[in-house]
């Protein structure tokens, strides 16, 4: 999938912040948005899983798979409201929401 530039559209109203993104933006794969994770450490299946997603995520993009893929398995999971680049445009509240989970 072709890299996509970020800018105002998607939240990122700090320009150093888009300009960093933007020269990092690499095309990313699909098949991994298709296949779940395997894990090898069976500690690592005693570890909780939490979903997240972020409300304004174009259905276009990869993750919306794996949300799909929840739904027909009925695994739970949470919509955080924002754009798809939360975690930098909003770090602060993504950062609070993880912490919840430790």
Known sequence: IPAR??????G?????LADFVNTRLVPTPLGPSLEP?????????????RYVFFS???????????????????????VM???HDSALTN???VAEL???SV
């Open 37 to 49: 994770v395997v894990l090898q450490n069976p500690a690592a299946n005693d570890v909780p899983a």
């Open 98 to 100: 993880l912490l919840q």
């Open 91 to 93: 770090a602060t509240n």
């Open 56 to 78: 304004d995520t174009p259905p276009t993009f990869p993750c919306q798979l794996t949300r799909i893929r929840l739904d027909e398995s009925g695994l739970p999971y949470e």
């Open 81 to 83: 409201v924002g754009p």
């Open 5 to 10: 530039p970020v800018g105002t559209e998607q």
């Open 12 to 16: 990122f109203l700090d320009q150093s």
